[in-house]
C-alpha cells in the first residue's frame, strides 16, 4: 500500500488497522533480546511502513487514534532501529492532527523521545521527528511550552546548521510553532542564537527552505521589539523583499514573506511606512489582488500606513492605479479584517495631516463608486465596526468637496444611525463614530445642522474616553469634543471646548512618541477652525510644546509638530512666540521647513523672520508681544470666555513671565491696539 493508492479503504473496511497495530505491540512472551531480534525488526519495519503510507488519510487517523494504542508508537520511538523510528514519528505527527491525541500523545509522555531523536544524524529520523513536534506544538498550545522545558529549542536551533535542505526546512518549521504567540520561546531561541542563522535561510537557494525560515521569522517577530530590530539588523529585511517579488505566483512563498515583513513592522508606523516603502507601491496594488486573504491584509494595511498623511504616497497610489482595485473591494467577498483594511486606505487615501482634503484623489475614489458602496456597507453590513468605518471613510472622501458632498446627499445618507452607534457600548465603535462624526462636521456648518436633526449627542457620551487610562482614546476623544461642541446638548460648548484643549495640551507632553504625534496632528487641525480655538492654544502653552517637538528623533512626531506649528503661525501669538524662538536657535526655521511637508505657514511670518534676519533685533523685543497679539486676536465674549477658563483651570498662562492679566477692556475694539505692521511694532 503506497501513499498514492486508494488500498488504504480496503484496509479500512476489513478492520485491519487493530491487526496491524497489534504487530507493533510488545510481546510480553519474548525475551528483551528476543523482542529486537532482526526478524522482529524486519517485522515492525514493514507493518509500521504500511500504517505510516496511509496515516495521512483522516479517517485511518481516526482509526487509529481508536486503538487507544499511542503508547505503542511512542515506544517504538526508542527501539534500536532508525526505519521503525522514523515511520513512528510520521504516524504520530498524522495521529495529532485529530481529535485531543497532540494532548494525549504528550499525557504519554512521547514529547522526550521525539527530542532525543534530534541527536540522530539521519535526515529520514530528523525530519520525521521534528514534523511531529511541530504538530504537537500546533495543536496543543501548552506542548510548546513542554517542548521547551524538555530541550528542544537548543537541537532545533543547531539543526538550521545542517547541511541537507529538508532537516533545514523542518527546523525553521518546528520552530515557527513553538515560539508563534510565546514570548518566552521567542525570548530564549533570540538567547541562543536562533536569529542569525534563519535570516541565513531566507537567502538560500533552496525555495523550500526559504519559506520555512520566513515563516519563522515571522512567529520570532511578532509582538516582540527586541527580535524585530536584531532581524533588521541582521539585514533580514531585503531578503524577504526580494523573496516575495521573485516569486509572483506562488501563494505561500508571498503569504510568508509577507506575513514576516509586517510582523517585522509590528506597531510602529515609521517601520511600516519603511518596509511598505521598500515593497513598493506598484507590487503592493499586485498584491491587493490576490487570491490570498493573508496577502490581501498585508497589502491593504501596507497602503493605508503608506497614504496616512503623506501626500507624495498618496498621490502615487492614485496614479499606480491602486484606486479602483480598493474600490471594487468594497463590493467583493472579503474576510472583515480586509474589508477594513481597504476601507482605512481609501479614508487614508483622502485626507491629509490638518484635515486638509485631497481632492484628486477623493474624486478618483468617488469616480469609481465608492460613495454608493460605502453608503450601502453603513446601512447593510452586520458589523457595526465596519458601519462606523465606513461612515469615517465618506466623512474623509466628502470633505470641503462639494460635489462629492451632493453625490451623499443623493444617496440620502442621514447621521441617525451614526449617531445611534455613537452610544455602542462596543468602545472601539462608540470612538469610531465619534471620530466620523467629527470628520463630517470638521468646518461645515451645514452639515452641523444635519447632524443635529440626525439626533442627540450629548457629552456625557465622550466622558469615558475623555477620563480614560489610555491616552490613544483621551486624544480623539478630546479632538471630537472640540468640533462637536455647539452640537452638543446639556453642556456649555466654550467649557467643553477648554476641557478638550487642555487634554491635547497635556497628551503633547506625554512620553510614548505615537500621542504625541496623535495631540500634534489634532491641535494642526484645530489650527485653522475657529479663530478663538488657536488663541487658546497659545494660552495653554501648546505652542512651547510643539516647537520642542520640532527637535523630537521621531520623524512623524516632527513632521505633526512642525504643521501644527505652521498652522498655528496664522495666529499672531504663536507667531510671536515662533520668533522668539527662532531668535534663540536660528536652525529652527530650517527644521521647521525640512519637516512641513504639505502644511502651511503664514507668509506674515516669513516677511516677519526675514526682517529679523535682516536688522538682526533682540530676541526680548520679539518676544514681550507674544501674549498682546494673543489677546487681540480673540474677538468675542465666548472666545474671551474660553481663554479665562483656561486661565482658571490650570492656574497660569504658560507664556513668558510678565504680566498676562487678562481684563474686560482687552477685548473691547475701541481699546484694543490695531495690528498694522509688526515690524513697525517692534521697532517703537
Known sequence: VSTQSTGWKELLEANAIPALVNILKPDK?????????????????????VIKNISCEDDVRKAIAATNSLKTFIGLLSLPHDVVQSNAATIIS?????????????????????????????????TSAMRSLAQLGANFESNKDEIAKKGGLDPLVSLLDNSDAKVQAEAANALNVVCRESANNQNFIISIGGIPPLVKLVQSNNIEVQVSAAGALRSLAQSNSVSQGRIAELGGINPLIRLLKSNPRNLDVQEKASGAL????????????????????????????????????????????????????????????????????????????????????????SIGLAHTPVKLNQSAIASGGAIKSLVSLVSGNTNDLVKVQSA???????????????????????????????????????????????????????TQKNIVKGGEIRYEQ??????????????????????????????????????????????????????????????????????????????????????????????????????AVGYMTFNR???????????????????????????????????EWEYCLTVGLPSQSVQLMAVEHAIMDVGDSSQSTLINHLKTTTGTIDTPTYDTTVTEDMFDASSTHRYTSASSVMLQ
Request: proline share 3%; charged share 20%.
Open 573 to 607: 501669538g504663536a507667531m510671536r512666540i515662533l520668533l522668539t524662538a527662532c531668535r534663540r536657535k536660528p536652525d529652527m526655521f530650517q527644521i521647521l521647513q525640512d519637516n512641513l511637508a504639505a502644511g502651511k505657514i503664514s507668509d506674515v511670518f516669513i516677511r
Open 94 to 126: 498524522d495521529v495529532c492532527q485529530v481529535n485531543d491525541n497532540a494532548q494525549k500523545v504528550a499525557h504519554e509522555g512521547g514529547i522526550v523521545p521525539l527530542i532525543q531523536l534530534l541527536k540522530n544524524w539521519l535526515p529520514s529520523v530528523l
Open 262 to 349: 509586517w510582523a517585522l513592522s509590528g506597531d510602529d508606523p515609521s517601520k511600516r511606512r519603511d518596509i511598505g516603502t521598500k515593497i513598493g507601491i506598484e507590487m503592493l496594488i499586485v498584491l491587493l489582488e490576490s487570491k490570498s486573504e493573508k496577502i490581501q491584509f498585508v497589502a491593504a494595511k501596507a497602503l493605508s500606513t503608506l497614504s496616512c498623511g503623506a501626500p507624495k504616497h498618496q498621490n502615487k497610489i492614485r496614479e499606480a492605479g491602486g484606486v479602483l482595485p480598493l474600490v471594487r473591494m468594497l463590493k467583493g467577498s472579503f474576510s472583515e479584517r480586509v474589508l477594513l483594511a481597504v476601507i482605512s486606505t481609501l479614508a487614508a487615501l
Open 392 to 446: 469615517y471613510a465618506l466623512a474623509c472622501i466628502t470633505l470641503a468637496h462639494a460635489d462629492n458632498q451632493k453625490l451623499l446627499l443623493k444617496e440620502k445618507f442621514t447621521f441617525t444611525l451614526l449617531i445611534d452607534l455613537l452610544y455602542s457600548s462596543v468602545r472601539e465603535v462608540s470612538l469610531g463614530a465619534g471620530r466620523a462624526l467629527t470628520t463630517f462636521a470638521y468646518n461645515h456648518i451645514p
Open 462 to 563: 465622550f466622558i469615558q474616553f475623555l477620563e480614560s487610562d489610555d491616552q490613544e482614546e483621551q486624544g480623539h476623544s478630546a479632538f471630537q469634543v472640540i468640533i462637536l461642541a455647539r452640537v452638543m446638548t446639556g453642556e456649555d460648548h466654550v467649557l467643553v471646548m477648554a476641557q478638550g484643549i487642555q487634554i491635547l495640551y497635556q497628551l503633547l507632553q506625554s512620553e510614548n512618541e505615537l500621542i504625541q504625534e496623535l495631540a500634534a496632528n489634532n491641535i494642526a487641525s484645530l489650527a485653522h477652525t475657529r479663530a478663538g480655538i488657536p488663541a487658546a492654544l497659545v494660552s495653554v502653552g501648546a505652542m512651547d510644546t510643539l516647537i520642542e517637538l520640532l527637535y523630537s528623533p521621531a520623524e512623524l512626531v516632527r513632521s505633526s509638530a512642525a504643521t
Open 29 to 49: 512472551k519474548l525475551l528483551p533480546e528476543e523482542e529486537n531480534s532482526v526478524q522482529r525488526m524486519e517485522l515492525k519495519m514493514q507493518t509500521s511502513a
